[in-house]
């Protein structure tokens, strides 16, 4: 499978993002949410979880039949199962061939192929994702970077920023995660402000 790779390229550093993003928080801001209308830090681990289970096995056909919540709701173990269920989830999407990933399937009220869907998909993360580095900051943390270089990572990648992960690849974010390592430390922005509009 070729034509697809990409795809599942971009599940495969999606889930490491989403990982990255819930180490970032600390235990006891678990239930905080930024207004009453909003989810809590947990909430959204929880639909994160229960949401992808849903789309995976509903409208990808792949079911893990596995419950999608940990037994334990702490940040750890809601990130060792969530790096345990998409692991599985992507060697199965790693196995399909091109046609499957072709085929047209129901999605809510409509047919759409399974690419499409799995683009929705990592979009529908990348958004919630989102939602989580603003609660981060809110709550006045330093942010590692997701996609390039954050304020925290030497601002503006043209001022020479630097892309900094908290960990370099999921195995080493739940080793360190589960005996409560020490974050690398960052530069902070520099001299030069984090905008393209100073």
């Not at 801001?29 to 809590?40: T, Y």
């Not at 229960?50 to 809601?78: C, H, Q, Y």
């Not at 869907?117 to 609660?135: C, D, E, F, N, P």
């Amino acid at each position: 499978m070729t034509r697809y790779l990409f795809l599942t390229e971009t599940y495969e550093t999606e889930r490491q993002k989403i990982l990255g993003v819930w180490a970032m928080f600390h235990d006891e801001e678990m239930q905080w949410r930024p207004e009453p209308r909003a989810r809590s830090v947990h909430e959204q681990m929880v639909h994160q979880c229960v949401s992808e289970d849903n789309w995976m096995k509903n409208f990808l056909g792949i079911d893990l039949s596995e419950p999608p919540l940990p037994a334990l709701e702490t940040r750890l173990e809601f990130m060792k199962k969530y790096a345990a269920a998409s692991s599985l989830r992507l060697a199965r999407l790693q196995s399909m061939p091109e046609s499957w990933f072709e085929e047209s399937v129901p999605f809510f009220d409509v047919v759409r192929s399974r690419a499409w869907i799995l683009v929705r998909r990592v979009a529908h993360s990348a958004h919630h994702r989102g939602q989580l580095t603003t609660y981060l900051r809110t709550l006045g943390h330093q942010l590692y970077s997701t996609y390039g270089p954050t304020a925290d990572t030497g601002g503006l990648a043209q001022n020479g920023a630097r892309v900094i992960y908290q960990y370099a690849d999921v195995e080493s974010l739940l080793r360190a995660e589960a005996y409560n390592s020490d974050w690398p430390a960052l530069p902070g922005s520099g001299a030069q402000p984090p905008t393209e509009r100073p």
